[in-house]
Structure formats: C-alpha cells, structure tokens
C-alpha cells in the first residue's frame, strides 16, 4: 500500500513524467515476458538492448502518443456515462488503434536495423495479425477504462493490462 500511496503523489506531482515512465517500465516488463517466457531464451539468451529499446519506445512513443491521445480523447467526448465510454472506444479502436499499430511496427523494425524494404515487408506481414488480436483484447478493456478509470491513472491501468500486450507486441515485432 506505502508503493502504491508513493505512485499516487508522485503522479500528482509530475502526472506526465510519471505516466512516461510507468509506460517505459511496463513495455520492458513486457519484453522480458516474451524474451523469457514466450521465447524461453533464458537469461544469458536475453537481449538486454532489445529490452531496453522496448523501455525506451515506452518512455519516448508509447507514453507520450497515449497519454495525450487519453486527453484529446476527453476533450472530443467529456465525460463518463457507459454512452460516452463506448463512444471513446469506438473512437480509439476504430482509429486511434490501427494508426498506433501502423506506427509502432516499423519503428520497432527501423530501431532494430531493418532496412526500409524490410521493414515494409515485415508491415505487410505482421500488421493484419496485429490489429485483429488487438481486437479481442482491447474494446472490453477500454470500455471499462474509459468508464471507471480517471484520466491521471488510464494510461498506467492501461498499460498494467498492456503487460501481456506488450509481451505479445514485443514477440510481434521481433519475429523474423
């Protein structure tokens, strides 16, 4: 309870920081579940620097491009009858989601030294794979995201169920 109280005051005080970072430490935590348990590498197998660039996506894309699509969503449905949750939803997942993926992919692949016509190929392959999935995890929870969670804490709840996610996107994205 002290950790999560100290998460609480830290997030009033420096809500963007700390909602970068909580998204950074989670998309690490994600790849180190695909590094360890879905690809069983085994810790002198884990690519640290792979862990770190998922960190680092987390602290410099994911957070930042989440975050602050939370608030434009706010802005372009306020408020928070089970009505404007599903219209939030629909918005996010009906374009907000496939946008993200478009963008997270390959800048996973260009970070990870794929060449351009790699990296498209491998767009081509995964995306339609990728935004399906998506679709079976990410309506419901957004749902109730949107409808029981306050605005300062969506991003990290989000990002707690987003640790499976991560380790799925993770796996996704690393796959030759």
């Keep these: 309870m002290a950790l999560w109280r100290a998460y609480q005051r830290a997030l009033t005080v420096h809500p963007w920081k700390v909602q970068v970072l909580t998204a950074g430490s989670l998309m690490g935590l994600g790849d180190t579940i695909s590094q360890q348990l879905v690809e069983k590498r085994g810790l002198r197998g884990h690519q640290a620097g792979r862990t770190l660039i998922m960190v680092s996506l987390g602290c410099g894309f994911v957070g930042p491009?989440?975050?602050?699509?939370?608030?434009?969503?706010?802005?372009?449905?306020?408020?928070?009858?089970?009505?404007?949750?599903?219209?939030?939803?629909?918005?996010?997942?009906?374009?907000?989601?496939?946008?993200?993926?478009?963008?997270?992919?390959?800048?996973?692949?260009a970070l990870n030294g794929l060449s351009a016509q790699d990296n498209w190929a491998k767009l081509r392959r995964d995306y339609p794979d990728a935004l399906v999935t998506n679709y079976y995890l990410w309506p419901a929870v957004q749902v109730a995201n949107f409808y029981l969670v306050p605005l300062h804490y969506r991003l990290a709840v989000v990002q707690c169920v987003a640790v499976i996610?991560?380790?799925?996107l993770s796996w996704k994205a690393h796959r030759l």
Aim: hydrophobic share 45%; with cysteine; net charge positive.
């Design 65 to 109: 491009v989440v975050g602050g699509w939370y608030r434009v969503l706010d802005r372009l449905i306020p408020g928070t009858t089970k009505v404007d949750a599903l219209k939030k939803m629909l918005l996010d997942q009906g374009g907000f989601a496939p946008c993200f993926l478009g963008c997270f992919l390959p800048l996973v692949g």
């Design 165 to 168: 996610w991560n380790s799925y």
